[in-house]
C-alpha cells in the first residue's frame, strides 16, 4: 500500500482500469489504511502482513480460479 509517488490502491485502480482482467492481491500491514474501505478498493483480494503461506497459497488460488471463471463466461 505504501510505494514511492503513488499508494498500492492508486495502482491497483489503474491497472484495472488499463486493463480490467488483471487480478490484483493487495498486501499491507498498514491495517488503520484499510478498515473500513475493503468494498472500495479495486482489487481481486487483500492480505494483512505478515502473511501465512497458507493465506497467501489459498488468495492466489481463489482470485485466479475467480479470473478464469470470467474469461470463460
Not at 491497472?15 to 488483471?22: E, F, L, P
Not at 493487495?26 to 489504511?33: A, H, P, V
Not at 468494498?39 to 501465512?52: A, H, I, N, R, T
Request: aromatic fraction near 2%.
Amino acid at each position: 500500500m505504501t510505494m514511492p509517488k503513488m499508494s498500492g490502491d492508486k495502482l491497483a485502480s489503474a491497472i484495472k482500469h488499463i486493463c480490467g482482467d488483471v487480478p490484483v492481491i493487495l498486501c499491507t500491514g498498514f491495517s488503520e489504511q484499510i478498515k473500513g474501505r475493503q468494498e472500495e478498493l479495486d482489487s481481486d483480494g487483500l492480505l494483512m502482513k505478515p502473511v501465512d503461506k497458507s493465506d497467501l497459497l489459498r488468495t492466489v488460488r481463489d482470485v485466479l480460479d475467480e479470473a478464469k471463471g470470467n474469461i470463460s463466461e
